[in-house]
């Protein structure tokens, strides 16, 4: 493999678009601007965790990236600089050109100067951080959220978790579900036009990583809310197995992960302002439900009329993991 020196020259260096000083020196140089909030997150991936050892290394580049980025739509925060962290078993230069190149095109998408990193050689690891910028004191956080407040999703959720059942040989999808679902796997979006947009009007966000009742379980603890939701309200991924299973889409909806769509709680006085925003941007933004007084479950009403209710605590990697 080429030496960690070749590698950076040939691959990380990219050039910056609003940066003092990016990758080359032992740091790099950036300048906030006046009245801004610095908002800092990481996020790691972790081969045969996260993805699958022998994953497609551009749509791979593109997702440590883009989960990164999400980070900071979900702080309604403009992403501005990355930082990328990795580990490299004796891998070929193709490789990480290709993954290079997958993590560059989404970093130019988002307007995200690459300004430096570390590079190392171990099992593979991928580790970015992400820098943006939120006017001072406007970032939306988990623990605004109030009684009464609409809650809201970004999206159709679903289409990730279906596509990992698919590859995990779980389900079958159909030919053009299976575009759409490996795509939204592999390529997630960034809400970050959406999370700029929510400044001022969401009281709580989030991204949805883990699954949207395990991610709502943080709102609710942080903002001493519980939460219904309405099955009829739930925008469905439109697919269903070969075998048919009509639970399926809602399942993936509420439990399945890595949609990274924004999850977030509004008053009702600004409904009509979240519908005007859906229009701009063109996309779908879904009233689910309703914040609660505090409880320890979050109840879902079914189609039937039934109450579903699952435990408001959430859940831990370690322990769901199997
Ligand atoms: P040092 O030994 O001073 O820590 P390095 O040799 O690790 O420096 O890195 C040299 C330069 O290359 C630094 O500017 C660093 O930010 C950059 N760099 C290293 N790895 C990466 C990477 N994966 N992506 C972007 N820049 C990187
Ligand atoms: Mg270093």
Redesign the pocket.
């Known amino acids: 493999m080429p030496g960690?020196?070749e590698l950076?020259r040939r691959h990380?260096s990219r050039g910056v678009q609003h940066t003092d000083l990016g990758?080359?020196?032992?740091g790099?140089l950036l300048r906030t601007r006046p009245g801004m909030q610095l908002v800092v997150s990481s996020d790691m991936l972790v081969a045969g965790t996260h993805f699958f050892p022998d994953a497609e290394p551009e749509a791979l580049g593109w997702k440590t990236a883009a989960v990164n980025i999400s980070d900071m739509a979900a702080m309604a925060a403009e992403p501005r600089w990355i930082?990328?962290?990795?580990a490299l078993p004796a891998s070929d230069d193709k490789w990480v050109g290709a993954f290079a190149d997958g993590f560059a095109e989404c970093c130019a998408a988002f307007g995200v100067d690459?300004i430096?990193?570390?590079?190392t050689r171990g099992p593979l690891n991928l580790c970015a951080t992400v820098f943006g910028e939120v006017p001072h004191g406007q970032a939306v956080l988990r623990n605004g959220a109030r009684l009464g407040d609409d809650l809201w999703i970004s999206g159709t959720p679903g289409f990730a978790a279906l596509g990992l059942q698919h590859l995990l040989g779980n389900i079958v999808l159909a030919e053009e579900a299976r575009a759409v679902c490996l795509s939204a796997l592999h390529r997630p979006q960034p809400r970050v036009a959406l999370g700029l947009a929510l400044c001022g009007v969401a009281t709580a966000m989030l991204d949805v990583s883990d699954g949207l009742l395990g991610d709502l379980a943080h709102i609710l603890e942080q903002s001493d809310c519980g939460a219904s939701i309405e099955d009829v309200l739930l925008p469905l991924a439109p697919v269903t197995s070969a075998s048919g299973d009509e639970g399926l889409a809602r399942r993936a909806l509420l439990g399945g992960g890595d949609d990274y769509e924004l999850l977030f709680a509004a008053p009702l006085a600004q409904r009509q302002v979240v519908l005007d925003i859906s229009q701009q941007l063109g996309l779908p933004l879904t009233r689910i439900g309703v914040m609660t007084e505090k409880s320890n479950v979050i109840a879902t009403k079914k189609r039937d009329g039934s109450i579903e209710t699952v435990s408001a605590q959430g859940y831990d990697h370690f322990e769901s993991d199997s």
């Open positions: 960690e020196f950076i990380f990758v080359g020196d032992d790099a930082t990328l962290a990795l690459w430096g990193g570390d590079t």
